[in-house]
């Protein structure tokens, strides 16, 4: 029952004033990564981060903050290069903007080696990345080649940030990853447009299956998740409204590492989409990517089943 992500954890300096204007900060650890991995960390799964951080402070800080939040630290290689950085500015009305520190980071520096020396390709789940791919050419290939060694479910965001890449690059990953995946999870709007030129859900899902996944999970924010398989069954499941939002980062990456952790535990699909849909929602109430993390009672009572 264990999980692997591979990735780049982030110092992050996050504020509801502007970042031009901004003085405090808030400061904590976040990047998708290490959102997702502890967020499949809190379903009971075992969660292991692939990273590198600086020898820096704020590497062993991050360090410290995954293990506290039960992520198996073992696979986070402390590097050249210094830990990556991000500045966000978020607010309730789901405006946010990003500033990052990570060009030359020790995490950039990755590459198909961190993967052979990790245990993706015994992991009962593999969660990968757009934007893991998106950092250098070497990450690039380790995303590749972890998709390719994996023998379990390999999940796939593809998560795409035009600060870190374009359309055509981020296309060409998702093509390279798609026929190894068991699970594709789209964000529409968000990934949609650029990587498939529509914002149609169906087309989207249509689209992830044509490339050979093996199943896919548009989300679609308050909209919930519409989720197809390769035999051709499409599901609805609805969203579960916040009580209250904070911020929207991370919600993603909380959906796609509980889901993660809950397949890794044996769920099938759409319980694991459901405890994905209910993780994301609680975690609106926090801010940054990891203020607020579900734990599995919470999940439980959101989507009706017993604990
Ligand atoms: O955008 C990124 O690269 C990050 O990883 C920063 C945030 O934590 C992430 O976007 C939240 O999904």
Redesign the pocket.
């Known amino acids: 029952m264990n999980v692997v992500v591979l990735?780049?954890p982030?110092v992050?300096f996050s504020t509801a004033a502007s970042l031009d204007r901004a003085d405090l900060f808030r400061l904590s650890f976040?990047?998708?990564?290490?959102?997702a991995s502890v967020a499949a960390a809190a379903t009971g799964a075992s969660a292991a981060l692939v990273a590198r951080v600086g020898a820096d402070e704020f590497g062993e800080r991050l360090v410290r903050f995954a293990a506290g939040h039960g992520v198996d630290t073992r696979w986070i290689v402390t590097g050249e290069g210094s830990t990556g950085a991000?500045a966000?500015s978020a607010d309730p009305t789901g405006r946010r903007a990003?500033a990052?520190m990570?060009a030359g980071s020790a995490a950039s520096r990755m590459g198909p080696g961190d993967v052979d020396r990790s245990p993706v390709s015994t992991a009962g789940v593999v969660l990968l990345?757009g934007?893991t791919a998106?950092l250098s050419p070497s990450c690039d290939q380790a995303v590749r080649h972890a998709a390719a060694t994996a023998r379990g479910k390999v999940v796939y965001d593809p998560?795409f940030?035009s600060?870190?890449t374009g359309p055509e690059a981020a296309r060409d990953v998702l093509k390279a990853v798609a026929p190894h995946a068991a699970l594709v999870v789209p964000s529409c709007p968000g990934d949609s447009g650029p990587l498939f030129g529509t914002d149609d859900p169906h087309e989207v899902l249509r689209a992830c299956l044509g490339l050979g996944a093996r199943a896919a999970a548009v989300t679609m924010g308050a909209e919930g998740v519409l989720l197809g398989t390769e035999d051709g069954s499409v599901l609805h499941v609805p969203a579960i409204p916040a009580e209250s939002v904070v911020d929207q980062?991370?919600?993603?990456?909380a959906f796609a590492g509980t889901l993660a952790g809950w397949l890794a535990r044996g769920a099938d699909l759409v319980q694991a989409v459901r405890a994905g849909t209910a993780a994301a929602a609680i975690s609106l109430h926090g801010q940054?990517?990891t203020g607020r993390v579900a734990t599995t009672e919470e999940i439980h009572a959101l989507i009706g089943e017993a604990a």
Do not use: I, K, M
């Open positions: 990735g780049e982030l992050e976040s990047g998708d990564a290490l959102n991000y966000l990003f990052y990570r990345s934007v998106a998560n940030r600060r870190l980062t991370g919600a993603g990456d940054g990517g």
